[in-house]
Nanobody, 123 residues
Framework: EVQLVESGGGLAQAGGSLRLSCAASGFSFDDYFIGWFRQAPGKEREGVSCIISSDGSTYYADSVKGRFTISSDNAKNTVYLQMNSLKPEDTAVYYC????????????????WGKGTLVTVSS
């Protein structure tokens, strides 16, 4: 059974940092990539970042480039999202999701989802 479990959300002040974790089980990092999405109230779910653990390739949305860093610990089957220089507009529920390598990185194409973790950034 595939499981994705997020943790690390919480409250941060603008300019602060948080690190999200996504613990994955039930599939191989060799065949799947993991992405982070977020959804703010009243907005569509958007892709933030993803990583192909087998070769280290990463992608970042323009809105987080230079502030967020995605990484993978393959021994622990865990993907992290280090979020620095947080802004109030980063406030959202953050989800990790997985899909087979080669799948388009968009919410509609992701095969598996976690339940999400709330990040709130105060000004």
């Amino acid at each position: 059974e595939v499981q994705l479990v997020e943790s690390g959300g919480g409250l941060a002040q603008a300019g602060g940092s948080l690190r999200l974790s996504c613990a994955a089980s039930g599939f191989s990092f060799d065949d799947y990539f993991i992405g982070w999405f977020r959804q703010a109230p009243g907005k569509e779910r958007e892709g933030v970042s993803c990583i192909i653990s087998s070769d280290g390739s990463t992608y970042y949305a323009d809105s987080v480039k230079g502030r967020f860093t995605i990484s993978s610990d393959n021994a622990k089957n865990t993907v992290y999202l280090q979020m620095n220089s947080l802004k109030p507009e980063d406030t959202a529920v953050y989800y990790c999701a997985a899909s087979k390598v080669g799948t388009y990185f968009a919410a509609a194409f992701m095969a598996y989802w976690g339940k999400g973790t709330l990040v709130t950034v105060s000004s």
